[in-house]
């Protein structure tokens, strides 16, 4: 990334207190974890942060720190309006007021002659009204792929920063980081939050390790960049961990590209004790003949002739 596009980011991410992170329809491992180890990096800031995709984790993922903290959509962040909603029948409500103590709002809802059908489980919050000012896109082609969790109408007035490696990606946003020739955008993720100074703890290096190693196809595929290999190295050293295939878990001190194999004992047969085998009746045949057939013999010749 070149000083004057890391410059504009810092300011945008500077300018906006509520950034949202968007992720394309049905993400692999190395997209989702590349967009939650940004969540989880923002989260350890002041900022409002929250991480949307169109589809339901699939399996692959599910292991991946944050997946839980995944919406279909963004509802609005800190400076959204509230809704309190509750069902409502014709005459059963009388009117609605509101009184202010200690610094608390209390909404009044006086019942009508008939009383209120409804309880306090019946009652819904939610959030809207404000999109998120800054959202980083992340592994998505295309604005189209992201559905129902990116709304042009919504975001017209949101900067976009996109953060990819394929070389399909339309190159949109404000401020498109297209590393087109790495080999994952976790990699490219990684580097990236090195650069803003993010924190990088183990959840989230472990989560970046787990895109690399999926994108990479455990560093076993031909387009595997060097930068793969390095940025591997940092994020061990930052505490990250992976689960092997066996469930072996593979730490800054063992190797990560495979797990520790047990040395293999062979199978000797069983030790018989206190008896004695018998051995075999040896037979004199022709294929087993005389000993003094073995013993060297002395021939003597002429030399008259």
């Known amino acids: 990334m070149d000083k004057v596009t890391l ?17 394309g329809k049905n993400p692999g491992v190395d997209e989702m974890a590349a967009a939650l180890s940004l969540y989880l990096a923002f989260s350890e800031t002041s900022k409002q942060v929250a991480i949307a995709c169109p589809t339901d984790p699939i399996v692959e993922i599910s292991s991946l720190v944050g997946i839980n903290k995944v919406r279909k959509s963004f509802e609005g962040g800190a400076s959204g309006d509230l809704t309190v909603t ?41 959030r809207g009204g404000a999109a998120p000012g800054l959202v980083f896109v992340v592994g998505t082609p295309r604005i189209s792929d992201l559905g129902t969790a990116f709304d042009i109408e919504t975001f017209k ?36 939050m090195v650069a803003l100074g ?17 994108a990479t196809d455990n560093f076993q595929s031909p387009t595997t960049s060097s ?50 085998e018998k051995r075999p009746e040896i ?3 022709e294929d087993n003949p005389p000993e003094d057939w073995l013993s060297p013999k002395i021939y003597k010749g002429s030399t008259s002739v």
Do not use: C, H, W
């Open 86 to 126: 509750f069902p409502y029948k014709e005459g059963e409500i009388e009117k609605i007021s509101y009184t202010l103590e200690e610094g608390k709002l209390n909404i009044l809802v006086k019942a009508g002659g008939n009383g209120l059908s409804f309880n306090e489980k019946d009652i819904e919050y939610k």
């Open 198 to 214: 993010l924190k990088m703890d183990s959840d989230v290096s472990s989560n970046l390790l787990a895109g690399i190693i999926a």
């Open 157 to 192: 007035d949101s900067k976009i920063v996109n953060i990819d490696y394929k070389p399909e990606n339309q190159a949109f946003g404000d401020v498109p980081l297209l590393g087109k020739n790495a080999s994952s955008v976790s990699e490219l993720m990684a580097n990236f």
């Open 227 to 276: 930068l793969a290999f390095e940025t591997a190295a940092l994020l061990l050293k930052n505490g990250a961990v992976r689960q092997s295939k066996d469930s072996q878990r593979i730490t800054v001190n063992d190797s990560f590209f495979a797990p520790k194999q047990q040395p293999s004992i062979p199978n000797f047969p069983k030790a018989t004790i206190g008896t004695e």
């Open 7 to 23: 410059e504009k980011t810092k300011e945008l991410i500077f300018q906006n207190e509520n950034i949202g992170i968007a992720v």
């Open 283 to 285: 037979k004199l045949s």
